[in-house]
């Protein structure tokens, strides 16, 4: 569960995209809107905002790699005193290789880079595309799997043979680097962390919103349940999906989710088989299970897990546990994901 989730007020984090002339529009102005669009979607829910941007470079102005002129960027912060929490973002350059070394900028932010110290949940790294060579450069991938753009894989292997390249991946999480392969995969990632850090009912909103599909790697764990059955473009579906997803707990049937989509009970049924896939009280079953594996996880007996997930009882929920495939009983099956 996320802290929000729990009752408490979480810290911002501080994000800071690390720009060199000739930086990729794509890969900073991506996720710089999945950031904006999540705040946007938590103050609509009623909860602050998480994220705080910031546009920092060894230059006060930078031209992009589409000729756009950027002015007033704020200098490289001093690392001893960034805030925590704080993500740095990284992001690639045009060309078959990355040059540094004729590059003064480009020098200036890997000596900046070099003084960063990485730890989970407080200061952590987000590549995208050959942003990741940058990071190998300043030696933040030694020891660590990393994934880039495929044009850059051999490159990234040869500036850190230490690194453990991974291809054929949309991203790759090690810890507190996070890299993604390259241009709108870094949307992918940006979503992944918004979902580890505001929720994944708000990550999917979120995806909605800029009309992405979610996706992951092909080797990556399976998608939540708050973001199966949403690669569709349905507005009244998607309000019942999101309302749902923020209240299991709610007392729910399909005239209380037609009431969101304003329609008939026998339409809604309809929507959710012909657009999602899923009968409705089928998603809904999906959503409270895995709000109670999650209120589970936190710490939660089964019998609270229910009840926060919306079910009548922990037989319920034993019940639901069962039907959707997972092994053993609620308490083993958590317990045995976390080993």
């Given at each position: 569960?996320?802290?929000?989730?729990?009752?408490?007020?979480?810290?911002?984090?501080?994000?800071?995209?690390?720009?060199?002339?000739?930086?990729?529009?794509?890969?900073?102005?991506?996720?710089?809107?999945?950031?904006?669009?999540?705040?946007?979607?938590?103050?609509?829910?009623?909860?602050?905002?998480?994220?705080?941007?910031?546009?920092?470079?060894?230059?006060?102005?930078?031209?992009?790699?589409?000729?756009?002129?950027?002015?007033?960027?704020?200098?490289?912060?001093?690392?001893?005193?960034?805030?925590?929490?704080?993500?740095?973002?990284?992001?690639?350059?045009?060309?078959?290789?990355?040059?540094?070394?004729?590059?003064?900028?480009?020098?200036?932010?890997?000596?900046?880079?070099?003084?960063?110290?990485?730890?989970?949940?407080?200061?952590?790294?987000?590549?995208?595309?050959?942003?990741?060579?940058?990071?190998?450069?300043?030696?933040?991938?030694t020891g660590r799997r990393?994934?880039?753009?495929?044009?850059?894989?051999?490159?990234?292997?040869?500036?850190?043979?230490?690194?453990?390249?991974?291809?054929?991946?949309?991203?790759?999480?090690?810890?507190?680097?996070?890299?993604?392969?390259?241009?709108?995969?870094?949307?992918?990632?940006?979503?992944?962390?918004?979902?580890?850090?505001?929720?994944?009912?708000?990550?999917?909103?979120?995806?909605?919103?800029?009309?992405?599909?979610?996706?992951?790697?092909?080797?990556?764990?399976?998608l939540s349940p708050f973001?199966h059955h949403r690669n569709?473009?349905?507005?009244?579906?998607?309000?019942?999906?999101?309302?749902?997803?923020?209240?299991?707990?709610?007392?729910?049937?399909?005239?209380?989710?037609?009431?969101?989509?304003?329609?008939?009970?026998?339409?809604?049924?309809?929507?959710?088989?012909?657009?999602?896939?899923?009968?409705?009280?089928?998603?809904?079953?999906?959503?409270?299970?895995?709000?109670?594996?999650?209120?589970?996880?936190?710490?939660?007996?089964?019998?609270?897990?229910?009840?926060?997930?919306?079910?009548?009882?922990?037989?319920?929920?034993?019940?639901?546990?069962?039907?959707?495939?997972?092994?053993?009983?609620?308490?083993?099956?958590?317990?045995?994901?976390?080993?």
């Amino acid at each position: 569960m996320t802290p929000a989730t729990l009752g408490q007020r979480p810290d911002p984090i501080h994000i800071y995209f690390a720009l060199l002339p000739h930086s990729l529009l794509l890969d900073w102005a991506g996720p710089a809107e999945a950031l904006r669009i999540a705040n946007q979607t938590l103050r609509a829910l009623g909860q602050p905002e998480r994220f705080v941007l910031h546009f920092v470079s060894p230059t006060p102005q930078s031209v992009t790699s589409v000729g756009v002129m950027l002015t007033g960027l704020a200098p490289l912060p001093d690392t001893a005193t960034l805030p925590r929490p704080s993500w740095v973002v990284l992001v690639g350059l045009p060309g078959q290789r990355i040059d540094v070394i004729s590059n003064p900028d480009a020098l200036a932010l890997l000596h900046w880079l070099r003084g960063l110290r990485l730890a989970t949940g407080r200061l952590e790294l987000v590549t995208v595309c050959a942003g990741a060579v940058l990071a190998a450069h300043a030696g933040l991938l030694t020891g660590r799997r990393a994934t880039t753009h495929h044009q850059h894989l051999d490159e990234l292997a040869e500036v850190d043979p230490q690194c453990d390249v991974a291809a054929n991946r949309v991203f790759v999480a090690d810890g507190p680097v996070h890299t993604s392969a390259g241009v709108t995969t870094g949307i992918d990632l940006l979503l992944h962390r918004i979902s580890d850090t505001c929720g994944p009912a708000v990550a999917a909103q979120v995806a909605q919103t800029m009309v992405v599909a979610l996706r992951r790697g092909p080797n990556d764990p399976e998608l939540s349940p708050f973001l199966h059955h949403r690669n569709h473009m349905h507005a009244a579906l998607h309000r019942v999906q999101d309302a749902v997803g923020r209240e299991p707990q709610a007392d729910w049937n399909v005239p209380a989710m037609a009431g969101v989509a304003h329609t008939s009970p026998r339409h809604l049924t309809r929507l959710f088989l012909e657009h999602a896939g899923i009968a409705p009280l089928q998603y809904l079953r999906r959503i409270r299970l895995a709000t109670a594996e999650a209120a589970l996880q936190a710490g939660q007996k089964v019998t609270q897990a229910a009840l926060m997930a919306g079910f009548s009882s922990d037989t319920q929920l034993r019940r639901a546990w069962h039907q959707f495939g997972r092994a053993g009983t609620p308490s083993q099956g958590v317990a045995g994901r976390a080993h």
